[in-house]
């Protein structure tokens, strides 16, 4: 039996919707962006252009949701199936866009570079236990208006898992989805076989600045998987109670699908969210709060009551290092998250409320993914009745080292976590140096790269990729990229 | 040579049948039985071990392979004995008196025997006398001692003793283990060597021979 945890009755799911709804209806949402008020308008929205204010009605609102799909399938660079996001199917995906590494090896935290986002995105390549890459964190050594399309581009040639990521600007979302379509090879291939998710976040309290609500459009019009990331802070940008909250999250995800599925009815979409708990003594958003945890789940729920796949950023860390907080609060977050069966769970290898990525951690988080991931496959019984012939062979042979049982079942019913993990006697870890869990992870770091093994992808494909992006860099006065430096 | 690169590559995929099969192929085209021992079984017995070490492999997959290699010891012992090879070293092996608890001391036999040791195992509650006795009847080249209780500890000092009055120490290498066991404990006794686990035991007596050779 599969486990699943819940929160919410359906009747509290139910009643939420209807009041995210009636706010949706008739106190609305602002948007900040003429082409998506006249789109709505269109469509019968009633839009106050001036205060960028739209109120939908229970039609549209009914409607798009009955447009929007069941379930979001992804795909590799090499077009292998990788993810079907769809009813308890749970993957896992790294927290997206930080701004700052922890380095491994000096374990400084600062700006990252490119040369750490291509290390980054090679390690990605070999932790087994999380099925896509994101756009992990932002290069500091190219302008910014191409961080976002060069991060995306050096993920896409470093690292074969699908991508999670997101424009930061309205023009790049073009180059971003030229890469994509360089990679598929036509627009029909790309809408057949879709490579990434883009994140689009309104603003609390209801409202989408021009730049999202644009990204929302773009991706719709090219059947591009997005996730609509609301960001209820309770008790601050949101009423205090998580279930104020999760109204808040409701109207604000909500809002989203209107937009996109008017765009395009059936464009993939992602019922998702990075709502926290406010922490008034710190100022700080904390995501490893079990409150953060809980509206997350709550969010999920309400997510499957609208048949929608979900994610949420709920695996992570506020914890600046790779310490004890950074273990128990990802631990708890990924276990929570699986058992409710949040489809898409970000969070992997993220401390410092988003803002700071490690591999180290990412190491180490695979390894609670892996065993997150044993988990939700639950108990089952195999080969196990009748009992007696096991246990006839066990008395007879004086173990069950090598029985036929333990040689089908071994790797099924057991998840062997990697080096990173400690299982040895205590002799043993002294005798191989005594070392903690960032010496391990370091050494894994190393081992990784060491393995990895570059794209498949064609010259061709490569070429044009590369072709694209310089043009992009261009725009912006690079002539050379860095990473060609490496 | 193609003959023991297979006989290595079927022993480390725990074909018992095949490895047995193939060495008897192998003593057929005259191969001189130590070296099928050497650069076939205990050859591919070596990757295994390595293997194991890295987490490649796990402890069942070990076993398969012992299992076959044992298989191919059962055709090429009488022939080393016939030879007057030497087979890879004898092993007395044993939980110590008092101590009934025998899994990890059962597990580092299985290993041993999986690399080509001979091990004659004594079981458990064994007193010092019977360690010392059988090692000198067996020609033993170990001694093997495991404990799991800190009160039966002072046994393997008491072999260590009885082995430098009957002559023994020195020629018959004594090691411990099991887990109230500590290097430590292992030199303040005099005891060779201590082990933290079976594959480190099967290393450690391994490192013996290499010392004598």
Known sequence: MRPVFRLLSNELIERIIGEARDILCHLGVEIHNDNVLSMLSDHGAKVDFGKKLVLFTPDIIDKTLEAAPDSVELFDVMGNHTHELRDHNVYFTPGSAAINILDPRSGEIRKPSTADYVEYAKLMSGLDNIASQSTAFIPADVPEKISDSYRLFLSLLYCEKPVVTGAFTINAFNVMKDLQLAVRGSAEALREKPLTVFSCCPTAPLKWSDVTSQNLVDCAKHFIPVEYISMPLSGFMAPVTLVGSMVQHTAETLSGVVLSQLTQPGTPVIYGGSPAAFDIRYETTPMGAVETQMIDCGNNEIGKYLNLPTQAYIALSDAKLLDAQAGLETSMGATLAALSGINSISGPGMLDFESCQSLEKLVVDNEICGMVLRLIRGIEPKEDFPAMPIFKELLKEKHLLIANHTRKYLHDEHYFPGAVIDRANSSRWKEEGSLTIGDRAKKEIERLLEAWKPTELPDDVLTEMTVLMKKEAAKFGMDSLPHEDL | ?213
């Open chain 2, 1 to 213: 040579m193609e003959l023991l690169k297979q006989i290595s590559f079927n022993l480390q995929n725990g074909f018992d049948e095949a490895v047995a099969e193939l060495t008897k192929e192998a003593v057929e085209k005259q191969i001189p039985p130590d070296e099928i021992m050497n650069n076939g079984l205990i050859a591919g017995m070596n990757i295994v071990g390595e293997k194991f070490k890295n987490h490649e492999i796990f402890l069942p997959d070990v076993l398969l392979a012992a299992r076959a290699m044992n298989r191919a010891m059962e055709v090429l012992k009488p022939l080393l004995i016939k030879d007057g090879i030497p087979v890879r070293g004898k092993v007395v092996i044993g939980s110590v008196k008092d101590d009934l608890h025998d899994i990890g001391k059962n597990l580092v036999a299985i290993l041993l025997k999986g690399a080509g040791f001979e091990v004659i195992d004594l079981g458990n509650d064994v007193p010092a006398e019977k360690f010392i006795s059988v090692a000198a009847e067996e020609n033993a080249h170990v001694i093997g001692m495991s404990a799991l209780l800190t009160t039966t500890m002072p046994v393997m000092k008491k072999v260590v003793d009885m082995a430098k009055d009957e002559g023994l120490y020195g020629k018959v290498k004594i090691m411990v283990g099991g887990a109230p066991v500590s290097k430590e404990f292992a030199k303040e006794i005099g005891a060779d060597a201590y082990s933290y686990d079976g594959a480190n035991a099967v290393e450690t007596i391994e490192s013996f021979f290499r010392e004598d050779s």
